[in-house]
Nanobody, 125 residues
Framework: QVQLVESGGGLVQAGGSLRLSCAASGRTFSTYGMGWFRQAPGKEREFVAGISGSGGIRAYADSVKGRFTISRDNAKNTVYLYLNNVKPEDTAVYYC??????????????????WGQGTQVTVSS
């Protein structure tokens, strides 16, 4: 069982930056692939970024490539998402998720087994 707790969301102006954190419980954090998803009102949950268990493989949605960065600190059981040059369309609830297979970077909702409660990010224009 893995429990995930996100933090760092809030209100930010367009063009600004934000850092989201996701703290995980358990002693096998480095074996999990970790991902960030987001869901805006009336829309489906979508993949934003993911990172393999070792941190050696990262993947991003085209909409955030070059603006967002995912990283992880396995010693701290924490994964981060750095949001830079944010846009109003980045407004959503952001969720952290853990996938049991840490060898790659899954990008589908059903590939992730554990989810956090989400943190709201609102970008004002």
């Amino acid at each position: 069982q893995v429990q995930l707790v996100e933090s760092g969301g809030g209100l930010v102006q367009a063009g600004g930056s934000l850092r989201l954190s996701c703290a995980a419980s358990g002693r096998t954090f480095s074996t999990y692939g970790m991902g960030w998803f987001r869901q805006a009102p009336g829309k489906e949950r979508e993949f934003v970024a993911g990172i393999s268990g070792s941190g050696g493989i990262r993947a991003y949605a085209d909409s955030v490539k070059g603006r967002f960065t995912i990283s992880r600190d396995n010693a701290k059981n924490t994964v981060y998402l750095y949001l830079n040059n944010v846009k109003p369309e980045d407004t959503a609830v952001y969720y952290c998720a853990a996938a049991p297979d840490g060898r790659g970077v899954p990008n589908k909702v059903h590939q992730y087994k554990y989810w956090g409660q989400g943190t709201q990010v609102t970008v004002s224009s």
